[in-house]
């Protein structure tokens, strides 16, 4: 996908593989942060035009082909300098990631990775930073921040129905005024519907279609979600729609963790009714379930435990395991049943 160009890496809420179809909105992003001339790090403009240079001379290069000094830095993430460089580079467009060698990214000139995709007339385009940016355009070739937060909204609403203002600009360089001057317009044309949920004091944002189209059955089916899912990473929204109280515990430091390092949510159906902490053996060929947590108010039925055994079944087969041990569950009677 990344070898053929379907995709390409950028930072969207977080770094992300993004359809290519999608660079053109992130173009003015990307000239929005050269204006600003800082994401995440303060870098010698000097050092990131002699990486520049050296990856137009050279070609494709790894931040490791880079020799320079450790940051002095103590923090877990400290980058040396040439990396930070290499980041900011990225982040303003100036490079492009061309493959990966693991977690490790090739960067190369854009207009080499993406032939075409660079013209001048993309360049040309302008970041409208006020908050009253014009309407979006269905069909200009130079594309406006307010193309790309509009883009972000049709996203959001399409993924999960309804959204929050905080939801769409959640990690991202755009203000809560841009977004809610673009959807009210939105709204006046018809194309988005602003409304309320009952227990939140929340505004969510939706579309006609989508509120008008005739609910779905949906059978109870199991799945066992990354704690990255889209479905939870807004963990407000998880608890505010679904009274599912959901934290990712791999940050936490042992002590502090309540469920497990790696704790997966457990979506039933339409409900979210557990997580558990699997940890793979693959010397051993074994997944094991370190912690499964079922909610109080859920009813351990044959069905749920028949899901249960063959989705763990499963899981542990595309972790390479062949089978599954259970060390500790909640009920306490759950371990017997899956074992």
């Avoid at 061309?98 to 302008?126: C, I, K, M, N, W």
């Avoid at 060929?285 to 055994?309: A, G, H, T």
């Avoid at 499963?314 to 390479?320: G, R, T």
């Amino acid at each position: 996908m990344v070898k053929d160009r379907a995709i390409f890496e950028y930072w969207s809420h977080a770094a992300a593989f993004l359809p290519i179809r999608d660079y053109q909105y992130y173009r003015p992003v990307m000239l929005h942060h050269q204006k600003k001339g800082k994401h995440w790090y303060q870098v010698d403009p000097q050092l990131k035009e002699r990486v520049l240079q050296r990856i137009r001379e050279e070609g494709p290069l790894y931040a490791r082909d880079f020799e320079t000094p450790k940051s002095n830095s103590s923090e877990m993430w400290g980058w040396k300098p040439a990396k930070q460089a290499l980041h900011e580079l990225f982040i303003t467009g100036r490079v492009a990631v061309a493959s990966r060698d693991g977690f490790q990214r090739l960067y190369d000139l854009p207009e080499r990775v993406y032939p075409g995709l660079h013209s001048q007339h993309q360049d040309r385009t302008q970041y409208h930073a006020n908050e009253h940016a014009h309407t979006p355009h269905a069909h200009s070739h130079s594309h406006s921040i307010s193309d790309y937060i509009w883009h972000l909204c049709q996203q959001a609403i399409q993924a999960h129905g309804l959204v929050t203002i905080p939801e769409i600009r959640y990690q991202r360089d755009i203000s809560a005024g841009q977004i809610e001057s673009l959807l009210k317009k939105q709204e006046s044309a018809g194309k988005v519907i602003c409304l309320k949920v009952e227990g939140s004091e929340r505004t969510f944002w939706s579309s006609p279609e989508l509120i008008e189209q005739t609910p779905v059955k949906v059978y109870n089916q199991l799945h066992f979600l990354s704690p990255f899912d889209n479905a939870v990473i807004q963990r407000k929204r998880v608890s505010e729609l679904f009274d599912f109280d959901y934290q990712t515990e791999i940050y936490y430091p042992a002590n502090k963790r309540k469920y497990g390092y790696f704790s997966l949510p457990i979506l039933y159906g339409t409900h979210f009714i557990g997580r558990m902490d699997p940890k793979a053996f693959r010397d051993k060929k074994v997944l094991v379930i370190r912690n499964l947590v079922i909610e109080p108010s859920i009813k351990l039925e044959d069905r749920l435990i028949y899901q249960l055994k063959s989705k763990l079944q499963a899981f542990a087969e595309f972790n390479q395991c062949d089978k599954y041990e259970i060390t500790k569950t909640t009920p306490g009677v759950l371990k017997s049943a899956l074992s």
